[in-house]
Structure formats: C-alpha cells, structure tokens
C-alpha cells in the first residue's frame, strides 16, 4: 500500500510538471516586450476648425487612430501653439510632439469629408482614404494623396522666374525662394516645383526621421513668427511638404 501511494504521487508530480511545462500560467500584469514595443500600424492627422463635422472618420474609420487638431480652439484635446498657415501649423505640430513615437505610416488630411481636392468624381475623402495602399506608402516613403497632372504637376511655380500678377498662387510663387533657403538651407532652390497642391499626404514613419526633430521645429518657427498672410506661407508650405520628407 505504502509503494502504491508513492506511484500515485509521483505521478500527480510528473503531471504537475508536465503541465507547467508546456501550458505555463500567462502573466496578465506585465506585457510581453513585442507588446509593449509595438508601434501603431497606421493614424490619421487631422486639421480641423471649431464646429468642423469630423465624425465621418470614426465612422468609415473605426480602427485608425485618428489625431484631430483643432487650430482655432486653445481649450481642444489636440491643439497648436497658434493658428497660423492653415494645415501646416497642424501637421507640425503633430511630428514634432510625436516624433519619438510615430506610426509605421501617418496620413495627414483635412477635416472635411467632401472637398473639391480630394482624387475622386465626388470630392470623398472616404473613397480616397480607402484606396490607399499602406504598403505602397512604406516603400515609397511619402505619398500624395493626389494623382492628377493637373492643379500643380508638372510645372505649378516657377521661384527663380516669378510672375507679376497678385493672385495668392503668384505672391506665393513670388516668396517661395527665399523662404525655401530658410526652410531648407544649403539646398539649391528648384526652377520649378510641380508638387501636387492640397496638403494631403501619407508618410512612412522612416521617411520622417530622415530629418532630425530640429529640422521640423524650425520649419514651425518660422511659420509662426512669419509675417506673411496665412494663404501665402500655408501654400508655400503645401508646395514644400514632399521637399520635406524627400530623402536626406
């Protein structure tokens, strides 16, 4: 009797180990490093105005993370220091607070749902932002989200050989060199710059970091101390964005 229940708890010993072994008890207080490391797939930036209808993005878009900057409202969750330049000031700020803790990829847009320079027969940003191909995105780096050959390719603003007319696109054209050394020093101003207008792009996380914090920081500085009309630096910034994240 005594040699039996010795067999009996060595066994439940055996089985007691086996269980261990390959089912072990998951610790639900401290996530694994994979976890805790992971960086979001993919986030929308937004730049938005008090009252702007934006829940159109939750609703197409529940599993993005979406990043609303209202730049009118100081008292918004998601803000900037000052509203100037339009899109820009919220772009941004957007890659200078999050730099150290980007997405794989980040799509930067306007608020509203329907706009006449969003890519589709019915101006719907839902259709556009369906359409893209984050992978595409990672490999290229920076991506319009524009695909026309008109309304800026290939040839929208000419710095070095301005015209003379006062339209926002002229005064614009008119300032774009010399802002373009301030922006981007010890870089040859382009003749031409055929840049997609609209400000909606997409941009891989590595392609941001091309460029030191610093770099972006300054671009905000001057856009906040500029004494440009807002419709003039914001555009020139619009035709700067793909300059910005080009390869270093």
């Not at 969003?118 to 524009?146: F, I």
Request: glycine content about 2%; hydrophobic content about 40%; some cysteine.
């Amino acid at each position: 009797m005594a040699i039996r229940h010795m067999y009996m708890r060595l066994l439940v010993f055996i089985s007691v180990l086996f269980l261990l072994f390959f089912f072990p008890i998951p610790n639900h207080n401290t996530p694994s490093t994979s976890e805790s490391e992971r960086s979001p797939e993919k986030e929308l930036v937004v730049a938005s105005l008090k009252d702007e209808d934006t829940l159109w993005l939750s609703e197409f878009f529940p599993d993005w993370r979406t990043n609303i900057y209202v730049v009118n409202d100081p008292s918004a969750p998601l803000t900037v220091p000052k509203n100037k330049g339009r899109e820009a000031i919220a772009y941004l700020t957007y890659i200078i607070s999050r730099y150290d803790t980007l997405p794989d990829v980040a799509v930067f847009i306007h608020s509203l749902r329907y706009q006449w320079h969003n890519e589709d027969p019915m101006y719907d940003g839902v259709s556009v932002l369906r359409s893209l191909q984050l992978n595409h995105v990672k490999k290229r780096g920076y991506v319009s989200l524009r695909c026309t050959w008109a309304l800026g390719c290939p040839a929208e603003l000419h710095p070095l050989k301005p015209t003379t007319n006062t339209d926002d696109r002229s005064q614009s054209e008119a300032v774009y060199a010399s802002v373009f050394h301030v922006l981007f020093p010890n870089t040859p101003v382009p003749e031409v710059v055929g840049a997609h207008c609209s400000s909606q792009f997409a941009v891989s996380r590595e392609r941001v970091r091309e460029r030191p914090k610093s770099e972006y920081k300054r671009i905000r500085d001057w856009l906040l101390a500029t004494e440009l009309d807002d419709q003039i630096s914001g555009r020139v910034l619009e035709y700067s964005w793909h300059r910005a994240h080009q390869r270093v």
